[in-house]
Every structure is written in C-alpha cells, then in structure tokens.
C-alpha cells in the first residue's frame, strides 16, 4: 500500500508538546485514569504532518491544526484540518501501539461520520515514529467508501469495545489506490477545472473585444 513520510521540523516538534503539556493539565484529562500522553502527542504530530503534506500538494486554504485547549463542554466531534467544503479527520497511531495491536484506527462509535454516509468527510490515516519525528501518511479516505465497503470493525481490546470501534490496515487494502487518496484526486481535478474555466473566459473576452473590434455582435 502506498504510504507518504513527511519530516516534522524541531519547531513542529516543540509546538506539539507544548499543546500536550498544556492538555494534560486540564481537569478534564487528569480526570480521566489512563489516558496517557503519547497518545495527546501522537494526535498532534499527525494533524501536523497532514498539514504539511496538504500545503506541499498545493491546498492553500487548508486550516491550521487547532491546538486550543476546550473545556469538556466545549469538545467535539469537528474535523482536524478543513479545505472549503471538505473535513478530514486525522487518525494517528503510535509505533508502540502498532506493535501490540497492527496497524489499526479507533474512533467513537457515536461519531456523527460513522451513523450514516457523508459527503466531503475524509479519513487520513497516519502511523507517527516518535523517534524519527515522521509521520506516514496511508491515504485521504472518503468515509463514504468507507461505509458502503462495511470496513469498520471491532476493536482487539475487550476494554474498548463499549465505546469504540476499529478501522483496520487489512480492510482499507481492500480499496483502490484512487479511493485511498481521493481528495488529491478530487483536488487535482478541481485545479484543472479552475485552469480550464479561466481559459475559457480568456478566450471569450478575446473574441468578444475582436468582434468590438469588426463591428460585430457579441454579449457582454
């Protein structure tokens, strides 16, 4: 399966766990027994290596990670990173969770993508080597194919299950490669489209400053 590895920077680096060390300070977090701050620094470094790869394939409007702190009443289930019309979720797993586990992503089963099928959702599964400061990339997965396919499953831990669900590495090999990275696709064509349209209005303002020109009719 085709994956991208992209390089965070020192600064990168910093700026996650500065957010991390922040988070866990939160009444919310330090409630919460067993929630451990790899995986805070994890979701971080993700979302930050998702951002970099989308301003290097040319998304120019795409949203910063948020690294606010909310309340618990605050919390939500808003995508990670945004372009327009189009939210993805990053998912990152850590190298010591893919040794116990496999590659695997878990979410929450009352997730608003996860109850019917939506539009300009997307998934973007990553793996983060702690170690390396990288991030892998494993695809920009429309959760549409994701539900028509039924390759969400049930978590390997029994602790989990109550509240969570899995998406796992075997099931998305089941997909195409234009499945697995269908928002660059979509983007890509969109950029075409925009080339062709301006295109198109250049070549009607010639015509129409050419028929001005002879005296002709044309339409403003």
Not at 114 to 133: F, G, H, S, T, W
Request: proline share 2%.
């Amino acid at each position: 399966m085709r994956s991208i590895k992209i390089k965070l920077t020192d600064k990168q680096r910093e700026k996650a766990e500065a957010f991390t060390d922040a988070r866990t300070q939160t009444a919310l977090y330090q409630k919460r027994g067993g929630f451990k701050r790899e995986d805070i620094l994890v979701g971080a470094l993700g979302e930050l290596g998702a951002y970099k790869y989308f301003k290097k394939r040319g998304f120019t409007n795409i949203s910063k990670p948020d690294f606010e702190i909310y309340s618990g009443r605050k919390k939500s289930y808003d995508a990670d990173l945004t372009a327009g019309k189009r939210h993805f979720h990053v998912k990152a797993q850590s190298q010591e969770s893919i040794k116990r586990y496999g590659h695997s992503w878990l979410m929450q089963r009352k997730d608003p993508v996860l109850q019917k099928v939506q539009y300009n959702q997307y998934m973007i599964p990553c793996a983060v080597d702690l170690e390396r400061n990288e991030v892998e990339l494993f695809g920009c997965i429309s959760f549409k194919s994701i539900m028509e396919r039924g390759l969400i499953g049930e978590c390997k831990h029994p602790a989990f299950r109550t509240y969570k669900v899995a998406i796992y590495f075997d099931n998305l090999l089941t997909l195409s490669h234009n499945q697995r990275w269908r928002a660059f696709n979509l983007f890509s064509d969109k950029k075409k489209e925009d080339r062709n349209e301006r295109r198109e209005n250049k070549d009607s303002l010639l015509q129409q400053q050419r028929l001005h020109n002879e005296g002709g009719v044309y339409d403003l």
